[in-house]
């Protein structure tokens, strides 16, 4: 069992509808971790934890679209309607939105990369983070990477991830890797109420 303590903090990658089914970039089984994500912010918020949401958050041009070489279609460009999250999933105002790969010619995976998320960790003293979202084998693993390389304690919520899988054991090897850096696989039957 793990209990929520003060210095800790959930962050959720990239649930905006063009990552869940029928989006440009669809996750198979993205949907379905919607409600166990929201539960997950129920308890922080319950606790009066910080919830960061990260967004991925492209210009049209992005240099991550296939138009401009890059290796995806065109997603989440910023303020379109699959750059947003679905009316389903609620998010309260206290959280945190922290919009990622901005810039035309910078691709970032991480929740870290050029943003100020580390900033507003320091801020408010978070040494543990609790990280689902999506999508395994990518944002989640490289936000995962970050956070270990700055010291920060890791739950990885594996009841509220899944991934791309463009090879099929691609989430499974990310999931071990990221407990092999250190993350400390939870679920929400492991966290104490
Ligand atoms: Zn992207």
Redesign the pocket.
């Known amino acids: 069992m793990e209990s929520l303590k003060p210095q800790d903090a959930l962050l959720i990658a990239d649930v905006q509808n063009d990552f869940l089914p029928g989006g440009a970039l669809g996750i198979r089984g993205g949907d379905e971790i919607l409600p166990v994500l929201l539960t997950y912010i129920h308890r922080f918020q319950g606790k009066g934890l910080p919830i960061f949401l990260s967004r991925?958050w492209?210009p049209s041009n992005?240099c991550?679209f296939h138009s401009q070489g890059g290796p995806?279609p065109v997603?989440?460009v910023a303020g379109s309607p699959g750059s947003l999250p679905p009316s389903s999933f609620e998010a309260p105002s206290s959280a945190v939105l922290i919009y990622k790969?901005i810039d035309a010619n910078e691709?970032a995976y991480s929740a870290f990369e050029h943003t100020p998320l580390h900033r507003h960790l320091q801020a408010l003293g978070v040494r543990r983070l609790f990280i689902g979202g999506l999508a395994t084998d990518y944002c989640v693993l490289n936000t995962v990477k970050d956070a270990r390389a700055l010291g920060y304690e890791v739950c990885l919520l594996t009841d509220g991830i899944r991934a791309v899988n463009l090879l099929p054991e691609d989430g499974r090897q990310a999931e071990a890797h990221m407990i092999q850096l250190g993350a400390v696989p939870v679920r929400l039957e492991a966290l104490a109420a």
């Open positions: 991925d492209h992005h991550s995806w997603h989440c790969a691709e």
